[in-house]
């Protein structure tokens, strides 16, 4: 079984760029979360698509971040414009019953913003 | 408050030390606990889920202490292998669930 991908696995870019990332998540999966961890501090949560619909977007920082999920498979999340802020870890995971297995993380996206 | 504590470490043990690491939580309608592992620029991933009566999966064994808000995983004879960051996870219900900032292990030959 493919587990969680994501893409890009390093990313540079400049203040004020545009940066979109993906996730696939496992297979049958439909709950997909986003998390973000910034240097030094603990992973937080972002949001939760259950299939293509937004379950949750509470942990979103502030509109210039948006977060897709098209026909209820892979997600993007784009950073629009990126701050130096922004830099971090952007994990994505997915779960069939996070209640009882947890998650199942992709690899991260490394982003840097200079 | 943060809504999940954990002693960040660094924790340098001995090979085939029993070493163990707590968690505590803030909120009470806390549900679903879970240990997960991250090696250095990698996701985390996970461990164990915690239960209330306690489980053991190897050298690994997890508590939950509701009364005290805490849980704890304590690992037997280290292998260097087990040198990584642990994550506690706690799920409060719904959407919310909390990390905590991670604990850091060396296991040292």
């Known amino acids: 079984e493919a587990g969680v991908t994501q893409f890009p696995s390093h990313s540079v870019i400049e203040k004020g760029q545009t940066v979109t990332l993906r996730c696939d998540p496992i297979s049958g999966h439909d709950n997909l979360y986003w998390y973000r961890r910034v240097m030094g501090k603990e992973i937080k949560f972002l949001l939760h698509f259950v299939k293509e619909s937004k379950q949750d977007e509470s942990g979103m920082p502030n509109n210039r971040f948006l977060a897709e999920r098209t026909g209820g498979t892979y997600s993007t999340l784009k950073v629009q414009p990126a701050e130096l802020e922004d830099s971090g870890v952007y994990f994505c995971?997915?779960?069939?019953?996070?209640?009882?297995?947890?998650?199942?993380f992709g690899s991260g996206t490394r982003l840097t913003v200079v | 408050r943060k809504e999940v504590e954990q002693d960040p470490g660094p924790f340098n043990v001995p090979e085939g030390a029993t070493v163990a690491f707590n968690c505590t939580y803030s909120n009470s309608a806390s549900q679903s606990f879970f240990w997960y592992r991250q090696d250095c620029r990698k996701e985390p991933k996970l461990l164990m889920s915690?239960?209330?009566s306690g489980n053991e999966d190897g050298r690994f064994t997890a508590q939950l202490n509701r009364a005290s808000q805490y849980i704890s995983l304590l690992i037997r004879d280290s292998k260097l292998s087990d040198s990584a960051t642990y994550l506690c996870?706690?799920?409060?219900?719904?959407?919310?669930?909390?990390f905590g900032t991670g604990t850091s292990l060396t296991v040292i030959p």
């Open positions: 995971a997915s779960s069939q019953d996070r209640a009882n297995y947890g998650y199942t």
């Open positions: 915690v239960y209330s």
């Open positions: 996870v706690v799920i409060l219900g719904g959407n919310q669930f909390y």
